[in-house]
Every structure is written in C-alpha cells, then in structure tokens.
Antibody
C-alpha cells in the first residue's frame, strides 16, 4: 500500500534554513504529482507547493514563494521541501501528499489523496 | 488567485441530524473541488472529489453537490465518529487553496 514518510522537522531559528524529505513507497513515484501541505498549531490546512510527476513544473503558495523550493528525486522515490529564511509563522506540521490520479497519463487536475503522518517544524529563537 | 470561503466555521449537532457545510469559490473551478475530514492529531482523510464523487470506503451518509461556484458537503444521520474538522479544497489550479475549515461537534 501507499506509504509516505516525512522527516527533517525540528526546531530552527528565524532566518535559518531546513530541508524536509518525504520517502514514498508502494506506488510508482515518478507517475504522480506530489504536494506539501502545512498546518499551524490549532489552525486550518494550508497548501504549500506542488511538483509535477517529472519535476518539470512547480507551483507555490504566495506565502512561501521565493523562500521555499519543492523538488524530487525520482531515482530515490523522495520528495523534498527546501525552506529558507524561515519565520515564526512557518511553524507548522508539514504533510507530504500524493495526487489521486497518475499525472503521467492525464493532464486533468487531480485531488490530493494519500497523506503522510506529518513532520513538525518549529521556528523559534 | 482563487479564494475558497467555507461556512460555518463551527457547528454543533445531535446524533441523527443532517449537517450541511458550504464552500464558495471566488471564480469558476468547474467540478474540481474536494472535501477532507480531519480528526485531531491525524492527517486529513479524503471524502469526496469532483464535487460529488465519494472516495472508496466513505460512508454513504456523506454526499457532495455543486451549484455554480457553491459547493456543499452534507452529512445525513450524523454519527459520533463524524466529530471532526472538514475542509474543502480547490484543485482546479494552483494555488490549491483550502477553505478555512468547519469544526463539527456533538451536542
């Protein structure tokens, strides 16, 4: 079955950088678009970024554009989120998530379906 | 960017009640709307996609509908295990905005 396991969270000072990883298994990783979604403590869900199945395109929420970079290594079945210039309001649980439909076969938009368990990032001095 | 306005932010209902949550998109997103259920400390669980298609394994008391840019999640015969937060999400285009969420509590 599909497994998504995030890692790399922790406590980081404002202005510093952090890289999150998400290792995928149980499916053909290089066929699906992948996302990062975050949730600040006690708050709602916030979509962060998406990357196409082959890494050919990325899109970001305005709140992270220019500071965060989503990438993937299809040879390692791994999704990344590189976070720079971190701020206190980036404190959140970060979820890795997979599209429902394989993007390699269709250009139709796909909902997010499978989620990891999340990794907590705390930005604090 | 497309904004998703979800209401109400919270509601309290009794077992067996019919509950309705609404999500309005700021522009046309066709049927590209999904609903998720989230319980405390857990990842979201997908309920519905394409506005009205139930995900596999989701109880039939959950349903979704669309009227223009207004989308509705309905829970008929509310059960104790339905206590959770519910979110809509536009997946027509990036940014894939979520609604603000609706917390469903039991009276």
């Amino acid at each position: 079955q599909v497994h998504l396991v995030e890692s790399g969270g922790g406590v980081v000072q404002p202005g510093r950088s952090l890289r999150l990883s998400c290792v995928a298994s149980g499916f053909t990783f290089n066929s699906y678009g992948m996302h990062w979604v975050r949730q600040a403590p006690g708050k709602g869900l916030e979509w962060v970024a998406v990357i196409r199945y082959d890494g050919s395109g990325e899109y970001y929420a305005d709140s992270v554009k220019g500071r965060f970079t989503i990438s993937r290594d299809n040879s390692k079945n791994t999704l990344y989120l590189h976070m720079n210039s971190l701020r206190a309001d980036d404190t959140a649980v970060y979820y890795c998530a997979r599209d429902l439909f394989p993007q390699v076969y269709t250009n139709q938009p796909s909902p997010v379906h499978y989620w990891g368990q999340g990794t907590l990032v705390t930005v604090s001095s | 960017d497309i904004q998703m306005t979800q209401s109400p932010s919270s509601l309290s209902a009794s077992v067996g009640d019919r509950v309705t949550i609404t999500c309005r998109a700021s522009q046309d997103i066709s049927n590209y709307l999904a609903w998720y259920q989230q319980k405390p400390g857990k990842a979201p669980k997908p309920l519905i996609y394409a506005a009205s298609i139930l995900q596999s394994g989701v109880p039939s008391r959950f349903s979704g509908s669309r009227s223009g840019t207004e989308f509705t999640l309905t829970i008929t015969d509310l059960q104790p295990e339905d206590v959770a937060s519910y979110y809509c999400q536009n997946y027509n285009s990036a940014p894939r905005t979520f609604g603000q969420g609706t917390k469903v509590e039991m009276k």
